[in-house]
């Protein structure tokens, strides 16, 4: 029998006009809602890579599942200012999934730490090109070898922090979720791809102030998940 091709995704553009919406949220994000059923279209329910223009500038991202059978895309202020594009404004886009392989430079004082600890390594391959193209810019940035020697052991320490609060919750986040029972219930619904990026976030701050400001706002988004999955179930 012929294997299905129903999560085959078929690189077809697409085009559209759409409003830009202020997510309601602290994290005040601007989105655009997707206008057609992605799966249907594109193969995909869950997140997919896309690329296109808005308002013909170019932009590759990601559309982001709803949890109500749609997708929104985070349309960020580089993509804003390069439209031309606020929130309540109009935009025309054009986006395709984005199937082109993405390859990332790793630095040679970050790669030695890769090679030394495999563990490491495979955990910063599963990470998003975004994030591990992040990672590998700024260990890379500085022009004295001691300095991005210090930064590649940093960004090391930090996976390692993360990689530990995924096996067990660090007491900062276990304290947050005891008060906030919803915003639990959001985060146990979560991807883990989300959960990593986030803890991978928090553990980017070094003071507690800055930490517990970067907990509370995917206490924001947490419980806004788990609020939109109470409204599914009504």
């Known amino acids: 029998m012929p294997k299905s091709k129903a999560n085959k995704v078929q690189p077809v553009p697409k085009s559209f006009p759409a409003t830009l919406?202020?997510?309601?949220?602290?994290?005040?994000?601007?989105?655009?809602?997707?206008?057609?059923?992605?799966?249907?279209?594109?193969?995909?329910r869950g997140q997919l890579r896309v690329k296109g223009e808005i308002n013909g500038f170019a932009f590759r991202t990601s559309l982001f599942p709803t949890g109500q059978g749609g997708h929104i895309l985070l349309v960020n202020k580089r993509m804003q200012k390069g439209a031309r594009a606020v929130a309540g404004t109009v935009a025309r886009f054009q986006i395709e999934p984005d199937t082109e392989k993405r390859v990332v430079t790793v630095p040679a004082e970050f790669n030695r730490i890769l090679t030394e600890e495999r563990t490491l390594r495979r955990w910063f391959d599963q990470l998003n090109h975004s994030t591990r193209n992040d990672i590998a810019k700024w260990v890379s940035e500085p022009k004295s070898p001691e300095t991005r020697v210090r930064r590649a052991e940093q960004i090391a320490e930090r996976m390692l922090a993360t990689m530990e609060a995924e096996r067990e919750l660090p007491p900062i986040l276990q304290v947050a979720f005891s008060r906030n029972p919803a915003a639990r219930e959001g985060w146990e619904l979560m991807t883990a791809a989300k959960r990593r990026g986030h803890l991978f976030g928090i553990f980017g701050y070094r003071t507690p102030e800055s930490r517990g400001r970067r907990v509370d706002k995917m206490l924001d988004e947490a419980s806004a998940i788990a609020e939109g999955a109470r409204d599914r179930d009504r």
């Not at 601007?30 to 057609?36: A, E, L, Q």
């Open 21 to 44: 919406e202020c997510m309601k949220s602290r994290l005040n994000w601007t989105i655009i809602h997707i206008p057609f059923d992605v799966a249907k279209v594109w193969g995909r």
